[in-house]
Nanobody, 125 residues
Framework: QVQLVESGGGLVQAGGSLRLSCAASGRTFSIDHMGWFRQAPGNWREFVAA????????YYADSVKGRFTISKDKVNNMLYLQMNSLKPEDTAVYYC??????????????????WGQGTQVTVSS
């Protein structure tokens, strides 16, 4: 199994930046791709960004394209999400996720089989 632990959330003013980190452990060799999702109160969990673990291809939701950057440190099994120009509507619990079962990039939460506990990001106006 793969275990994921997020860190780096917090409170920031609109226009500010935060960097989220996700530490992966366990059977990390089984990871095909990883992603960041977020969930605001009353909303569905939504896709934010994804990264192919071996090739490094990246994918973004339109709402964050140009502001967020997903990256990895494969040696240390770390995933990052650099968030710039934050907006109040970015406020949510952010989750790190890994897909160890399906080959090929996916953006649907239900197709990711490993999840972290989530970290709160709050952007004040």
């Amino acid at each position: 199994q793969v275990q994921l632990v997020e860190s780096g959330g917090g409170l920031v003013q609109a226009g500010g930046s935060l960097r989220l980190s996700c530490a992966a452990s366990g059977r990390t060799f089984s990871i095909d791709h990883m992603g960041w999702f977020r969930q605001a109160p009353g909303n569905w969990r939504e896709f934010v960004a994804a990264l192919a673990w071996n090739l490094g291809n990246t994918y973004y939701a339109d709402s964050v394209k140009g502001r967020f950057t997903i990256s990895k440190d494969k040696v240390n099994n770390m995933l990052y999400l650099q968030m710039n120009s934050l907006k109040p509507e970015d406020t949510a619990v952010y989750y790190c996720a890994a897909n160890t079962l399906k080959r090929g990039i996916t953006f649907t939460p239900g197709e990711f089989d490993r999840w972290g506990q989530g970290t709160q990001v709050t952007v004040s106006s």
